[in-house]
T-cell receptor
């Protein structure tokens, strides 16, 4: 089945630094990828929709300049958390859907970001 | 009001029990309903999906949708310790639209 690979699985960084998270579709092309954020015991919250070759669409309340998304190819989307602060500590998950499948959104394994 | 409401639990049942997980929603335009299973520190994996109202069965799992009541359910028969996870419901207006997730229900099946 479709696989979405997300790296790193866990990262600890110092406050003020930037962190890049990669999301790759391994066996399919994804014109659209989604980035979610999940706090403990809370729902997945959509942050942005990443579109190959164009600018990402951000949800209301998500800072574009803080969460930089680049979807440079049909198999790779990256999320960069810039100037990270402790409140950015969270679980970040990407997902994508192979074309031709109605329900088959596949999620990455997630990235646990801790900012100290 | 949240788009999707789901009791976070936690829910603890003995092995072999029937488990009932539920979500309610407010947007009558939702047509696609999904259940995801998420193990600790992992991404969600699609468990079942249904379109519009009705039932769908897959092995020990049954998904039900009642659009008139804006209520969906996931039943797990003969629950196993390996079923211990967080179960999230998700729904959307159509497959190209944003998914709305419930908060997830944490389930523990005790051997």
């Amino acid at each position: 089945g479709a696989v979405v690979s997300q790296h790193p699985s866990r990262v600890i960084c110092k406050s003020g630094t930037s962190v890049k998270i990669e999301c790759r579709s391994l066996d399919f092309q994804a014109t659209t990828m989604f980035w979610y954020r999940q706090f403990p015991k809370q729902s997945l919250m959509l942050m942005a929709t990443s579109n190959e070759g164009s600018k990402a669409t951000y949800e209301q309340g998500v800072e574009k300049d803080k969460f930089l998304i680049n979807h440079a190819s049909l198999t790779l989307s990256t999320l960069t958390v810039t100037s990270a602060h402790p409140e950015d500590s969270s679980f970040y998950i990407c997902s994508a859907r192979p074309s031709g499948t109605a329900y088959g959104y596949t999620f990455g394994s997630g990235t646990r970001l801790t900012v100290v | 009001q949240k788009e999707v409401e789901q009791d976070p639990g936690p829910l603890s049942v003995p092995e072999g029990a029937i488990v009932s997980l539920n979500c309610t929603y407010s947007n009558s335009a939702f047509q696609y309903f999904m259940w995801y299973r998420q193990y600790s520190r992992k991404g969600p994996e699609l468990l079942m999906y249904t379109y519009s109202s009705g039932n769908k069965e897959d092995g020990r799992f049954t998904a039900q949708v009642d659009k008139s009541s804006k209520y969906i359910s996931l039943f797990i028969r003969d629950s196993q310790p390996s079923d211990s996870a967080t179960y999230l419901c998700a729904m959307s207006v159509n497959t190209g639209n944003q998914f709305y997730f419930g908060t997830g229900t944490s389930l523990t099946v005790i051997p």
